[in-house]
Nanobody
Framework: QVQLVESGGGLVQPGGSLRLSCAASGSISRIAAIGWYRQTPGKQREFVAAIANIGVPDYASSVKGRFTISRDNAKNTLFLQMNSLKPEDTAVYYC??????????????WGQGTQVTVSS
């Protein structure tokens, strides 16, 4: 079982950018799809972006056009470039494998995540 560790979060002003990284303990080349999720206090964790092994991405409508997901199989790392950040993007961001592309269901175990705060 590959362990995933998120990093790159922080405090940024509205309109700013951040790049999140997700480092895997093993090879991700055989993982069919992997993605990002986020959660704010009192709310369910929600899907943000996913990328298939062949490079096809998918995004939540709320981030489409602002966020870009990418994966480097050689470095076993997943990235999320976040531009034009809004206060409503504030959340803890997690990466995880995607069990089902259509539903974006993920396994019921999560890492510590990385906090993203968008505020002036």
């Amino acid at each position: 079982q590959v362990q995933l560790v998120e990093s790159g979060g922080g405090l940024v002003q509205p309109g700013g950018s951040l790049r999140l990284s997700c480092a895997a303990s093993g090879s991700i080349s055989r993982i069919a799809a992997i993605g990002w999720y986020r959660q704010t206090p009192g709310k369910q964790r929600e899907f943000v972006a996913a990328i298939a092994n062949i490079g096809v991405p998918d995004y939540a409508s709320s981030v489409k056009g602002r966020f870009t997901i990418s994966r480097d199989n050689a470095k076993n790392t997943l990235f999320l470039q976040m531009n034009s950040l809004k206060p409503e993007d504030t959340a803890v961001y997690y990466c995880n494998v995607i069990l089902d592309w259509k539903s974006k269901a993920a396994p019921n175990y999560w890492g510590q995540g990385t906090q993203v705060t968008v505020s002036s």
